[in-house]
């Protein structure tokens, strides 16, 4: 009899178990965020107000950079097609918010994971996409050649970041009282510094090399100085409560990390799909397992990805890379095969 007891409670168990598994297997796969996407057919994109190689808008209100590309390659993940995105610029101070009432499906803008932001605003941090840290940039004549030399110096800085308050740990933790000159938009900040207000800007190293290339008279009159204050590493963010769309976000941008891990480019995605047979390739395209319906996309969606924006290498060198006007280097943005920080979780 307690055999028989223990078997059946053992099976009542083990059914609670599966419907258990299949209500959240159900409930994982029921995005709000991806049905407006798909209602709308288009993702609209939050970036910054003009950051170049990051998020910026030509002329003709094309967006480029490395911030958008992200949405691009969603987008092309998502919807068939990396042209379906609206972009919303936002600055610092206007962009959790825009995330957090729905105005905006996805934050790709320069924006650093924290644990302060990633417990308290409501919000998933996604997939670092630039390892950065905080710097400083003065005019080369100057002469200073260390941020230790600001003692009592004004220094230009955007409000609404966690730039600021670095700054304010740095200066006490050095002794140094130095002086925030505080500004809300970045083209003020921008104006500021080389109008002569500040003797100093600090924001994301990556950041000081984009505004002085973009917005520097001559770039040769302005350094940026050796040390980083501080870890910044960026990504985007989506909404929290929605798991199927932050699921979607980072394997796509896995994807394209993983891609680039194993030489699948925009030029040969195509033909590394029906020639390849490296089984991890071959598993990242679609050819051998069906990858995509995990994640409640289609068998090709990251071949449309690659497609679209090219790998995690490929983005970065047409962005920000040693050929454009940012000059920089990969560093720790390289892979980890190469003595980088970029890995990507394995896409299987």
């Known amino acids: 009899m307690k055999t028989g007891t223990f078997t059946l409670q053992r099976s009542m168990v083990a059914l609670a178990g599966l419907a258990i598994a299949a209500t959240v297997s159900t409930s994982a796969f029921a995005g709000k ?21 990051f998020g910026s808008a030509d002329s003709q209100g094309k ?49 650093t994971f924290t644990l302060t932001r990633d417990g308290s605003l409501g919000l998933h941090q996604t997939v670092v996409t630039f390892y950065d840290g905080q710097g400083f940039m003065t ?13 009592n110096a004004t220094v230009c800085v955007q409000s609404g970041t966690t730039t600021e308050k670095n700054l304010t740990d740095f200066s006490r933790a050095n002794n140094l009282n130095i002086k925030p000159v505080v500004f809300e938009k970045l083209d003020a900040t921008n104006a500021a510094y080389f109008a002569g207000r500040c003797k100093a800007y600090t924001t994301d190293a990556s950041g000081l090399a984009s505004i ?46 993983e891609a680039e891990e194993n030489s699948v480019t925009s030029a040969n995605v195509e033909k590394q799909k029906t020639e390849s047979t490296d089984p991890v390739v071959q598993r990242l395209l679609g050819k051998t397992e069906d990858t995509g319906k995990l994640v409640g996309l289609d068998r090709d969606w990251m071949v449309r990805a690659i497609a679209a924006t090219g790998n995690y290498g490929e983005i970065f060198e047409r962005n920000v890379g040693e050929k454009t006007p940012l000059a920089l280097k990969r560093g720790v943005n390289a892979l980890w095969t190469k003595g980088g920080l970029q890995y990507a979780i394995p896409v299987r």
């Open 212 to 257: 002085r290339s973009k917005e520097a008279k001559d770039p040769k009159e302005h350094v940026i100085l050796p040390e980083l204050i501080s870890k910044e590493p960026l990504g985007p963010l989506v909404r929290r409560g929605d798991d199927e769309w932050f699921a979607m976000v980072k394997w796509v941008i896995y994807g394209l990390i």
């Open 139 to 151: 005019t080369a004549k100057s002469g200073l050649k260390s941020a230790k030399q600001l003692k």
């Open 63 to 111: 967006w480029t950079g490395l911030d958008v590309d992200m949405c691009r390659a969603v987008a092309a993940a998502v919807l068939g097609s990396a042209d379906k995105v609206r972009y919303v610029p936002l600055s610092a101070p206007q962009r959790f918010t825009a995330l957090q009432s729905g105005e905006i499906d996805i934050l790709s803008r320069n924006t």
């Open 33 to 53: 965020t991806l049905d407006a996407i798909k209602q709308r057919d288009q993702l609209v994109c939050g970036v910054n107000t003009g950051l170049a190689g």
